[in-house]
T-cell receptor, first 113, second 112 residues
């Protein structure tokens, strides 16, 4: 059982380039999330989607866009990457609303030069 | 403003002793609290949770205590084992909201 799959696992970008992080879950979960992890900052919520067709801003949404393509897939797009977006990005899914039990992917390490 | 606070960046505990990790929160609307464990180069994994209607939840070696009046929760691990060395994140959510907010984490070192 794959769980939550993120691609790519590693990416290096130049400032101003764009890219999309892909996330897919095979657990039929309703809610999906994107977090970033930075040293000393913990996990910060970028965007989340409570159900197919809905998305909402989290704590640090600036510079990002998301698409909940269908129930399985939730992508995160950087339109014009900045060095401040260098981070490890985690996608997560949850079977129920707001109970907090998240299933995380392995993470995508992004470096913006 | 940080809504979930873990004020200890790291903690070292002797193997076999009790590990106590602390977490404070500021949002009185939070009604569900969780602990996650994270190893390097892996995603966090769920450890244990507690609803605001309880003050204690136990699962094997792990116990979470909630003090609502103090807006404080703690995770007790006893006895501590080498495999417990990891970063532990406290998280919280409010039933009316799908946001799940994490603290900065505490790195636990279990010493032999």
């Amino acid at each position: 059982n794959a769980g939550v799959t993120q691609t790519p696992k590693f990416q290096v970008l130049k400032t101003g380039q764009s890219m999309t992080l892909q996330c897919a879950q095979d657990m039929n979960h309703n809610s999906m999330y994107w977090y970033r992890q930075d040293p000393g900052m913990g996990l910060r919520l970028i965007y989340y989607s409570a159900s197919e067709g809905t998305t909402d801003k989290g704590e640090v949404p600036n510079g990002y866009n998301v698409s909940r393509l269908n129930k399985r897939e939730f992508s995160l797009r950087l339109e014009s990457a900045a060095p401040s977006q260098t981070s490890v990005y985690f996608c997560a899914s949850s079977p129920t609303r707001a109970t907090g039990e998240l299933f995380f992917g392995e993470g995508s390490r992004l470096t913006v030069l | 403003d940080q809504q979930v606070k873990q004020n200890s960046p790291s903690l070292s505990v002797q193997e076999g002793r009790i590990s106590i990790l602390n977490c404070d929160y500021t949002n009185s609307m939070f009604d569900y609290f969780l602990w996650y464990k994270k190893y390097p180069a892996e995603g966090p994994t769920f450890l244990i949770s507690i609803s605001s209607i309880k003050d204690k939840n136990e699962d094997g070696r792990f116990t979470v205590f909630l003090n609502k009046s103090a807006k404080h929760l703690s995770l007790h691990i006893v006895p501590s084992q080498p495999g417990d060395s990891a970063v532990y994140f406290c998280a919280a959510s409010a039933n009316r909201d799908d946001k799940i907010i994490f603290g900065k984490g505490t790195r636990l070192h279990i010493l032999p």
